[in-house]
């Protein structure tokens, strides 16, 4: 549905609305609300509307996806998600279904560096089917899959 104004959904999942206190050596000082603000900024800046969500239920984001997703008539309602999905990313089938159901490009965001922690980190259900990955850069990840979309929704509205 890109017509003029794209639309992409931020979603975060579990303990991620206790950014900012949540083991901050890990994870950095921003709150989410923080991010989440700057988020909505730039996106506005750039002419693209950014809903965002977070929760600590599976269940919910599958149902935020599904709700921003498919409709009815089976238009699509966003055109793009930025994911953190934070502890479902090495759990969820669900969410991973349910972004290959809505079938619109996402990017998958870690703070840390999944890479360089505990092995079970090292597995993501996403990665595989995600336009891409950024870990370890902290809040900044969020802003370069922004920053990714803004290019991407440009690209295709000059070819309308
Ligand atoms: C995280 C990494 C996950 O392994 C962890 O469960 C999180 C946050 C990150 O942003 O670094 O909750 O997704």
Redesign the pocket.
């Known amino acids: 549905m890109i017509k003029n104004r794209p639309h992409i959904l931020l979603l975060n ?4 609305h206790l950014l900012g206190k949540r083991e901050p050596h ?2 950095g000082s921003m709150t989410l609300t923080d991010i989440e603000c700057r988020l909505k900024q730039k996106a506005s800046n750039h002419g693209i509307q950014l809903t965002v969500f977070q929760s600590n239920h599976e269940g919910k984001i599958v149902d935020k996806i599904g709700e921003l997703g498919l409709l009815a008539d089976e238009t699509l309602q966003f055109d793009g998600v930025i994911i ?7 759990t969820s089938v669900a969410i991973r279904d349910a972004l290959l159901a809505a079938n619109k490009p996402f990017i998958e ?6 890479h360089a ?1 505990e092995p079970f ?1 090292t597995h993501s259900y996403f990665s595989d089917r995600a336009v891409g990955v950024v ?2 850069l902290g809040d900044l ?1 969020y802003d370069m899959a922004l920053d990714w979309f803004v290019q991407y929704f440009n690209q295709k509205l000059s070819l309308v």
């Open positions: 999942g579990p303990n991620l890990i994870y953190n999905p934070a502890a479902f990313t090495h965001v870690h703070l840390s560096n999944i922690r980190r870990c370890g990840g």
